[in-house]
């Protein structure tokens, strides 16, 4: 009768080692579940009362400033004061407002802007000239809901900082000043660095699942984990309602921290399966005993575990032979039992790793040419926002019609990214002419009188079939890097295409400012920048040659520094038949 593994190893170790260890292993895991329970609640509170700290400090400087702008009777003076029939007037009380609000909001580093809006519908910040930015600014949902409310703060939302969007949360307080027998209600509004709340949070949020802030009307400020689990969401809401400071569950706790002003509340999630992943440090001890678990039972499966390990040595070698390569390895076990089972399934993972490696090293081709068709459909969004400021300028100057050349010169530039199947591979060069033509007129219009494109090509060749999108990116490096940056007040760049025996050659000279480095560095310098439509650099230029046109196709560069620099591709003259 044959007797499986798992039959002869239970039968010699059951009696021996399994009592010892699942009794010892119990009451050490019991113990360490426990200690590093209460430990960490303990530890958890403390950095939450830290956090507390913090975010009290950051309140009460914002308060104490609101209380300042608010108690200030010279800004009040200026700001209620009637207007004045003198633009000139009314313009330095404007002024005085900035600067005693920017001497304010220098006081903090993460006090972003201060607005204030008296009944009469004007703006006041530390910003001058953004009055109808913050005229609409006051129109946004997070302000409106804010309105009824004497003073609190609102949720996170996006403010236009000098360059750009910044997140800010917001402490609005409704008021009327000392003095002014004011009818209605005037709004201060401070606007803080959402960053500063990140800030705080940062050190600790490793050390939660999750951790919020909530305002005193429940908006949520801050949390750590936007993708939390429905079932930790609810029992964190759960928690904050019941207005206890802790709670528990199988599988998590909670602690809540009230200590801050205007109502503040964080709440805090921590996971007992990660919790008790600490336990791992008592298991030294538990090692011991397992140890001498271990001495008892080689006593008794010594023989045993001799006729066990001749199989599993060979099998470990051949894998082994697997990790350095070796697809062709197979292991022959003939033991009657589940290593035997166990050989068999080793031969069929390594036929099918085999497979899978020829499938990867396909797919990976595949994927690379996605790359680079992808690649090829970007635009730089620097690109457009150039040409569009230069629309905008033609037309406020009265140039319709040179605005609505260059608008349609982008068109057809933004066209040919959505080209699909051979189209988005090859094109006519009358296309490729036709895209760089185009591109010239933009360009052009930007640098005017730089640079003139000047074309030979015979018309015999305008048919053949060339590579997409690779005769405008050398243009496009001919202006940005060779003719604008040159001392020429203008420059020249050529375009040729001719048959040089059973070669089909594209050429793209030009007289600016040249290269002086090695060939291999131009793939690294070329190709970037602000200025560019795309991010096709001459090593994607090759890699598509290669791919689509075969090892003969290639691309040569040459440059001297203040001579110019001129870039060939050459193409097997058969591969380039007549495009539709």
Not at 128 to 149: I, R
Request: glycine share 8%; charged share 25%; with cysteine.
């Amino acid at each position: 009768m044959r007797m499986k593994i798992r039959t002869k190893i239970i039968a010699s170790t059951v009696l021996v080692v399994s009592f010892s260890l699942i009794m010892s292993g119990f009451f050490i895991y019991d113990y360490a579940k426990g200690i590093i329970r209460e430990q960490s609640i303990k530890d958890s509170g403390t950095k939450l009362a830290q956090i507390s700290f913090q975010l009290k400090k950051i309140q009460e400087q914002v308060v104490k400033t609101a209380e300042y702008i608010v108690s200030d009777e010279e800004m009040t003076r200026l700001i209620y004061a009637p207007p004045s029939p003198s633009i000139e007037e009314n313009y330095f009380r404007k002024q005085a407002v900035q600067e005693k609000l920017g001497r304010f909001v220098a006081l903090s580093n993460f006090i972003l802007n201060v607005v204030v809006a008296p009944p009469n519908g004007e703006t006041y910040s530390n910003y001058v000239g953004y009055e109808d930015y913050f005229a609409d600014y006051l129109q946004q949902t997070w302000f409106l809901k804010m309105k009824d409310v004497r003073n609190g703060y609102s949720e996170p939302h996006p403010f236009f900082f000098i360059s750009g969007n910044r997140q800010v949360f917001s402490y609005v307080v409704k008021y009327r000043p000392i003095g002014q027998n004011a009818a209605e209600d005037s709004y201060l509004v401070i606007d803080i660095a959402y960053s500063e709340l990140a800030n705080v949070f940062l050190q600790s949020a490793r050390d939660f699942e999750q951790i919020e802030l909530l305002t005193g009307a429940g908006a949520l400020l801050h949390a750590s984990n936007g993708s939390l689990p429905e079932p930790d969401r609810s029992f964190m809401a759960e928690a904050l309602a019941s207005g206890e400071s802790f709670a528990e569950d199988g599988k998590r706790i909670v602690l809540t921290d009230d200590a801050m002003s205007q109502g503040w509340k964080q709440a805090a999630l921590l996971s007992k399966s990660k919790l008790f992943e600490k336990i791992n440090r008592v298991f030294f001890f538990y090692l011991v005993i397992i140890a001498t678990g271990i001495a008892v039972t080689l006593v008794v499966m010594l023989p045993i575990i001799v006729n066990l390990t001749k199989p599993l040595i060979r099998l470990t070698n051949a894998m082994k032979r697997v990790a350095v390569g070796d697809l062709g390895t197979n292991v022959s076990i003939r033991s009657g039992d589940e290593l035997e089972i166990l050989g068999n399934g080793f031969n069929r993972m390594v036929e099918d790793l085999k497979g899978l490696m020829e499938t990867s090293v396909r797919n990976e081709a595949v994927k690379r040419q996605m790359q680079i068709d992808l690649l090829m459909a970007q635009i730089n969004p620097h690109f457009l926002y150039n040409t569009l400021n230069t629309v905008i300028y033609l037309a406020h100057a009265g140039r319709g019609g040179e605005a609505a050349e260059v608008t349609q010169a982008l068109i057809v530039i933004l066209q040919d990214t959505i080209k699909t199947g051979e189209g988005a591979v090859r094109a006519p060069l009358a296309e490729e002419k036709r895209i760089v033509d185009k591109y010239a007129i933009i360009q052009q219009t930007r640098y005017p009188g730089r640079f003139k494109l000047e074309w030979e090509v015979g018309e015999e060749l305008l048919g053949r079939a060339v590579p997409r999108m690779a005769l405008q990116p050398l243009v496009e490096n001919a202006i940005v890097h060779g003719i604008i940056p040159s001392d020429r007040e203008s420059g020249t760049i050529v375009v040729r295409a001719y048959r040089d025996g059973e070669r089909f050659c594209l050429e793209v000279e030009d007289d600016g400012q040249g290269m002086d480095v090695p060939e291999e560095e131009w793939t690294v310098r070329l190709g970037r920048g602000p200025e560019r439509t795309r991010g096709i650099g001459l090593s994607n230029i090759r890699e598509r040659l290669k791919t689509n046109f075969g090892a003969s196709a290639r691309l040569e560069a040459f440059g001297e520094r203040e001579r110019g620099t001129l870039v060939r591709i050459l193409l097997p003259w058969s591969g380039t038949e007549d495009a539709e």
